[in-house]
């Protein structure tokens, strides 16, 4: 090719320009001529445009040039090749990084050869489950400016894992799980509910009116503007008295809903919702709702994942991932749990479902001290009462907020 009065020959042959003509027809594509590998010396000469053609090069001294006709080419393969490297720094998967660059390079420049792809290094048995690339549990939690917050006032909460007995447990006095969302008892509905009903300004005014009629004045009977009223009153308080014997009875079938609970004899019994306590290891299977704010130790997942659904909570059908600390992944059995004992220090109870600040203290089989391990929870590890388990067979969770405290 002519570039600058010297012709180049490449690796697809000799070439030979026999008029500027030509050349400037070829203009534009040589000037987006761009080299990405070489296999030999440049071989040039000065040559008159009448001269013959140079014989050709030896195959092995043969330049290879890759055309790139855009930049939005050279953007994408950038792009292609930082994905790359960001997915295996992910990973965290032991490969040599100079054999994966290699394999880029070499798949660039289209020459995949067998025996070059018999020496690329395999994976190996360290790399990381499917499941853990996807929620990307590999980046561990590091704890952030409130987590220094802890122990303070809003984050004073303690909860004894697993061992709901302790004395310290008891002089806390947490609330039970046990639920209530009526308004009405049966010894105050009646005089509750007509101070409900006169707190309307509209029936304020009919009960002077009905009071006015009483006198001789009135240019209309009592009657004619008092039972309009008492018909009114009547029927609203009978209305929100069959609505809150309705929440009654969702309270009574929530409460006796049934969970199993790591009992003393080291085996998971049936209890029900509201006997449990801040501090009780339960188990929750498939297609259950979760009795209380737990925090997740471990799943039927081996890297302790699981999927929730929150349509009781904020409307939202789509699942959402959890996942456990690694250092409590492992504990899948009643066996594993026999010695297990830890402290979760956390924020105190609050309405904000999106957020969560606590550490876990936990030293194996050891008992914890707030000055061991620390392992930092966020909102990952928590799971809301009344929301669902799916798509996994069984979690283990410890039961950190109940009843009115939940979130």
């Not at 009526?182 to 009116?209: C, D, G, H, M, W």
Request: with cysteine; hydrophobic share 35%; proline share 5%.
């Amino acid at each position: 090719m002519w570039v600058g009065g010297v012709y180049f020959v490449g690796g697809g042959g000799p070439e030979t320009i026999t008029s500027k003509e030509s050349l400037n027809a070829r203009g534009n594509s040589l000037s987006k001529l761009y080299a990405l590998q070489i296999h030999g010396p440049i071989h040039a000469r000065p040559i008159s445009l009448t001269s013959p053609p140079p014989p050709p090069l030896h195959p092995h001294k043969r330049f290879k040039a890759f055309a790139i006709w855009d930049n939005e080419y050279v953007l994408f393969l950038s792009v292609v090749v930082s994905c790359l490297v960001v997915f295996f720094a992910i990973a965290n998967v032991n490969v040599d990084i100079r054999g994966e660059l290699d394999l880029i390079i070499v798949f660039l420049s289209g020459r995949i050869e067998e025996t070059h792809l018999n020496t690329i290094p395999k994976m190996t048995r360290r790399s990381l489950h499917f499941s853990k690339l996807y929620s990307f549990s590999c980046c561990k939690p590091s704890f952030k400016e409130d987590h220094a917050q802890i122990g303070q006032k809003g984050y004073s909460r303690v909860v004894y894992c697993n061992d709901p007995d302790n004395p310290e447990a008891i002089q806390l006095n947490y609330r039970g799980n046990y639920v209530s969302t009526t308004k009405y008892t049966a010894a105050n509905f009646i005089p509750k509910s007509l101070f409900e009903q006169f707190r309307r300004v509209a029936n304020i005014y009919f009960l002077v009116v009905a009071c006015v009629s009483f006198s001789p004045l009135a240019p209309y009977t009592a009657l004619s503007v008092l039972a309009p009223l008492i018909v009114v009153i009547g029927a609203t308080m009978a209305k929100e008295g069959v609505e809150d014997w309705r929440r009654r009875k969702q309270d009574i079938e929530a409460n006796n809903r049934k969970v199993r609970v790591y009992g003393k004899n080291y085996t998971f019994n049936e209890s029900k919702w509201k006997n449990l306590r801040v501090g009780d290891l339960v188990k929750v299977s498939k297609d259950e709702y979760f009795p209380a704010d737990l925090l997740l130790l471990s799943s039927s997942y081996e890297d302790g994942i699981c999927y929730v659904e929150t349509m009781n909570l904020d409307g939202e059908t789509n699942l959402k991932l959890k996942h456990a600390l690694e250092v409590t992944s492992s504990l899948r059995d009643e066996e594993s749990f026999k010695n297990f004992v830890a402290v979760v220090r956390c924020e105190d109870p609050n309405e904000n479902l999106y957020s969560f600040v606590g550490t876990l203290h936990y030293n194996g089989n050891q008992y914890p001290h707030y000055n061991g391990n620390q392992y930092p929870l966020l909102p990952q590890q928590v799971l809301l009462r009344d929301s669902k388990l799916k798509n996994t067979e069984y979690i283990y969770g410890v039961v950190i907020f109940t009843g009115h405290d939940t979130k």
